[in-house]
C-alpha cells in the first residue's frame, strides 16, 4: 500500500484497535489522528458523512469505513507473502479478549502496535 495512509481512530475503539494490528502485521506507515466523539473534526466529517462514527482509513485522499472493511482493503492491497491477515486479526483480537490479566502478556501487542 502506497501513498498516504491516515487512521481517524478513538484510543479505547476496539475496532478502530483491529485496524491498527493490520497496518502493523502489514507493516505500513500510517498517521494516526485521534478524534474527540463529543466534538468530531472537520475531516471526520467530511471522510465519514453519513454516520460520523470512527475509525475510518484514508488511503491517497479516498476513505474506508467500517474496520472489517478496511482490514480487507489492507489485505488486498498490500504485496506482502501473507494475504490471509484478516484471520491473524482475527486470531489477535480472540487472544486479547481472552486474556486472563496482567500486562506482561500483553507486552507483545503493544510492541506489535508500536512498530518495535
Known sequence: MTGEVVLLGFWPSSFGMRVKIALALKGIKYEYKSEDLR????????MNPVHQKIPVLIHNGKPICESLIMVQYIDENTSSQDNQIRH??????????NLLKGQEQTAWLIDLLDGR
Open 39 to 46: 466534538d468530531k473534526s472537520p475531516l471526520l466529517l467530511k
Open 88 to 97: 491473524l486479526v482475527c486470531l489477535i483480537e480472540n487472544a486479547i479478549i
